[in-house]
């Protein structure tokens, strides 16, 4: 441990893009204790901030705890935060003694106090899940980039039979109405022409009479915020009201990231989804009918227990048949504590691969010809980074496609009309025609 307060930090963010939220809200709260941010391998603190979805989630991160140690024998500070620091506690400092300090996704707020502990000999773990308290003590928003992240609601109470996040982030609970546009004004003010609404179930958000729908309806109002996005989202809250949005709210663009999982109803019910193959369907359809272009996007699993190869063919046929822009596939693992971890007939390694190989081709070519049916359109393209040429940017299509642009006097948080000229299967390139807003 270090007898001095850190002056640098790193923030390491693994999985998903909540965890990327969080990192950027501790390192504005860092900051704003005069902190500097650093490289991993200089920083007097470092902070894994740890998604415990992936496989091996525990062990991959004290493999990097490991690496921390520098040539002379030294660490920095270590903190390690998130999901697994939530469901492994008290375990990761006593097999990792290099760690200072455990943290729970929704304590992270009480960093500057843990340090200040640490700092003083003492040893700092807190793993209690006390509900919105971190917004209230986290800083106001200020600088952002031009696509930014806004998390309006954490926590889940699908319990599905796979997944941690009802133990690692809690109930769900929704953050207020008036605070979430306070913090998108911020976002706006400091430069964020695109915010996307995280949350475990976004779509169940709700505050009084107001539901996700009529918070995009707020957002839309917002003079400077051009583009709205949310995820992830669950079948059984999508209302009638958001889905109507995606009609009538032009700022909210075109994308539907809506897990399914399984295209197989005894799968579904096996796993404690509380929708069918039909009614996620009907969901699809009923957006599609009022923005006929929305590209969908989901999620699925293979292998899990119990899933016969009828079971594993009526995934394929959902995919066939709902159509996706993109989707994330995944081999089920058995997480420790979940259902499904002692369910029997667990499904042999190599079938899931087998399976997850089938599943990803599939989706592979369902990508590539929604990128190839989007050459030569004119489409807005949020310029977000720098390419690897003289003058190229590298911006988000409506349809959250990478587009590569030779945009030479244009800078990053532009907004410009193009011309899709080649698309792959990962990315497109488009020709400037002119700029839509600076």
């Known amino acids: 441990m270090s007898n001095e307060s850190p002056k640098t930090f790193h923030v390491k963010n693994y999985g998903c893009q909540m965890n990327v939220y969080d990192g950027e809200r501790m390192a504005e709260m860092f900051s704003g204790r005069g902190m500097e941010a650093s490289d991993k391998e200089d920083a007097d603190l470092v902070i894994l901030n740890t998604c415990h979805i992936r496989e091996r989630a525990a062990e991959k991160v004290y493999s990097e705890i490991g690496r921390l140690r520098r040539r002379d024998g030294s660490s920095p500070m270590i903190a390690v935060a998130g999901c697994v620091a939530q469901a492994e506690g008290g375990e990761i400092s006593r097999r990792a003694r290099e760690v200072d300090i455990v943290v729970g996704p929704q304590a992270y707020h009480k960093l500057p106090d843990m340090i200040d502990a640490v700092v003083r000999g003492e040893s700092s773990v807190d ?78 958000w709700t505050d009084a009479d107001h539901d996700l729908g009529s918070l995009i309806r707020a957002l839309d109002r917002i003079e400077g915020l051009h ?20 009609g009538e709210v032009e700022k909210l663009m075109p994308y539907l990231h809506l897990p399914v999982q399984s295209g197989s109803d ?17 969901i699809i359809e009923r957006v599609r009918a009022v923005r006929p272009d929305v590209a ?10 119990g899933e016969s190869d009828a079971d594993f063919e009526d995934t394929l046929s959902i995919v066939r048949e709902a159509g996706n822009a993109q989707a994330y596939s995944f081999k089920y693992s058995p997480r420790p504590g979940t259902p499904a971890a002692t369910m029997d007939d667990q499904i042999a390694s190599e079938i899931a691969d087998e399976r997850l190989q089938r599943l990803q081709a599939l989706i592979n070519e369902q990508q590539l010809a929604f990128n190839q049916a989007t050459r030569g359109k004119r ?52 020709e400037m025609l002119m700029k839509v807003a600076a």
């Open 127 to 204: 793993l209690d899940l006390p509900g919105l308290d971190k917004f209230d003590a986290l800083p106001k928003r200020r600088k952002s980039g031009p696509a930014a992240f806004l998390t309006v609601q954490e926590g889940c109470d699908k319990f599905c039979t796979y997944c941690v996040v009802p133990y690692t982030r809690g109930a769900e609970i929704s953050r207020s109405f008036a605070d979430l546009i306070d913090e998108a004004k911020a976002l706006v003010d400091g430069g964020a022409k695109e915010i996307t609404l995280l949350g475990q179930n976004v779509n169940a």
């Open 227 to 246: 583009r709205i996005r949310y995820m992830t989202s669950h079948p059984n809250d999508m209302t009638d009201g958001l889905i109507a949005a995606h």
């Open 266 to 282: 005894r799968i579904l019910k096996a796993m404690n989804r509380s929708h069918s193959r039909d009614s996620y369907l009907r």
């Open 296 to 305: 969908l996007s989901g999620d699925f699993i293979v292998g899990f227990p």
């Open 379 to 430: 489409t807005s393209v949020l310029l977000e980074k720098p390419g690897k040429l003289n003058g190229q940017l590298i911006g988000r299509s409506p349809w959250l496609q990478s587009v590569h642009v030779l945009a030479p006097g244009l800078a990053i948080g532009d907004i410009v009309e193009v011309e899709i000229t080649e698309s792959g299967p990962l990315s497109l390139k488009g």
